[in-house]
């Protein structure tokens, strides 16, 4: 079994439901042709470069897994026929370099969502929230005009 990428871009005019929905079919037609998933990376709603299909916007998916080369056409051939996908790309992980880098993005993408749902899991408490320290100082004010004396006279 060979280790690839997909990224995919969803329609941003489906419901957060919908693009559930048709991400978890996504993941399904890679696991029915024999794909084991591995990580998924949700990038979430982002701008496109060009408009595609007049649309501006589109959800973005990354999902690294690994399957028999034969699957691949099929997992493809199922994208296309996918009407709530604007794009996707696959991309092939072949040499062992690359594999090592396959395996440090899933160990990254594990992370990142495991951090996510132990956020979502506990509450902030509600003091942290009340006022932060960094919006009472902020750290890029102009200096003044006494500052460069003080280091010319802490200089001689």
């Known amino acids: 079994m060979r280790h690839y990428e997909n ?26 042709n024999g794909g084991e998933i591995a990580a998924t990376n949700a990038m ?12 501006e916007r589109g959800y973005y998916q990354v999902i690294y897994y690994s399957a028999a080369p034969s699957a691949i056409s099929e997992i493809e051939r199922r994208f296309r026929i996918n009407e709530e ?20 993005l ?22 942290a929230t009340e006022a932060p320290v960094v919006e009472e100082a902020p750290a890029t004010e ?3 005009e006494e500052a460069p004396v003080a280091t010319e006279a802490a200089a001689e």
């Open 7 to 32: 990224l995919v871009i969803v329609k941003p005019t489906l419901t957060a439901e919908e693009i559930q929905a048709s991400l978890k079919a996504i993941e399904e037609v890679i696991t029915s």
């Open 44 to 55: 979430g709603m982002r701008k496109l470069a060009y408009p595609i299909n007049k649309n």
């Open 85 to 104: 996908l604007l794009r996707f790309v696959t991309i092939k992980y072949d040499t062992n370099r690359e594999i090592k880098a396959w395996n440090g």
């Open 106 to 127: 899933v160990e990254k993408a594990n992370k990142k969502a495991e951090l996510a749902e132990a956020a979502a899991a506990t509450p902030a408490p509600e003091a």
């Open 142 to 144: 102009a200096p003044t």
